[in-house]
T-cell receptor, first 109, second 112 residues
Framework: NAGVTQTPKFQVLKTGQSMTLQCAQD?????MSWYRQDPGMGLRLIHY???????DQGEVPNGYNVSRSTTEDFPLRLLSAAPSQTSVYFC????????FGPGTRLTVL | LAKTTQPISMDSYEGQEVNITCSHN???????ITWYQQFPSQGPRFIIQ???TKVTNEVASLFIPADRKSSTLSLPRVSLSDTAVYYC?????????????FGSGTRLLVRP
């Protein structure tokens, strides 16, 4: 099992650019979620999904879109990147205990 | 989800037992208490989960008093590698386990 994988590991964007952060899991979990973590802070929930075709908003959803077409994949889209979105992004999956990916470090200039 | 309060930081020395207490005065009947550990530049990792009394696994113990308004994570004989941030979370296992609400956590520093 690869667990939860995220790509890319690092990304630099210019303000206004769009991009998709990829997240995949091979544990057949129904539940998946996206978090962001700013320096020295705890994680904040962006969006989550309880199964293929079902998504919902978390604490800080503005500026992000998600979709869940398969059980395995849960991509996070930044529509128009802003410097305030500079952060580390973690994807998680689990039906109970949550397993977190290694994170994507995003810098928006 | 119930709000939690933890100390911002703690210091300890190798070989000592460390107890981190979390306050959750508004815990609901169906809520469980879960602790996660996070090392720098890594995602959080599940440590332990409990509902009442005491739970023990290979890495930690979780003590929960009868009123469940607080809980204590106990790390026996810590080592330098236990230096990390520890998060206490409270919520229903099935409905909320996938939408964890993190606070600022407790930064544990283990010194030689």
């Amino acid at each position: 099992n690869a667990g939860v994988t995220q790509t890319p590991k690092f990304q630099v964007l210019k303000t206004g650019q769009s991009m998709t952060l990829q997240c995949a899991q091979d544990m057949n979990h129904e539940y998946m979620s996206w978090y962001r973590q700013d320096p020295g802070m705890g994680l904040r929930l962006i969006h989550y999904s309880v199964g293929a075709g079902i998504t919902d908003q978390g604490e800080v959803p503005n500026g992000y879109n998600v979709s869940r077409s398969t059980t395995e994949d849960f991509p996070l889209r930044l529509l128009s990147a802003a410097p305030s979105q500079t952060s580390v992004y973690f994807c998680a999956s689990g039906d109970g205990e949550q397993f977190f990916g290694p994170g994507t470090r995003l810098t928006v200039l | 989800l119930a709000k939690t309060t933890q100390p911002i930081s703690m210091d300890s020395y190798e070989g000592q037992e460390v107890n981190i207490t979390c306050s959750h005065n508004n815990i609901a009947t169906n809520d469980y208490i879960t602790w996660y550990q996070q090392f720098p530049s890594q995602g959080p990792r599940f440590i332990i989960q409990g509902y009442k009394t005491k739970v023990t696994n290979e890495v930690a113990s979780l003590f929960i008093p009868a009123d469940r308004k607080s809980s204590t994570l106990s790390l026996p004989r810590v080592s330098l590698s236990d230096t990390a941030v520890y998060y206490c979370l409270v919520g229903e296992v099935l409905d909320s386990s996938y939408k964890l609400i993190f606070g600022s956590g407790t930064r544990l520093l283990v010194r030689p």
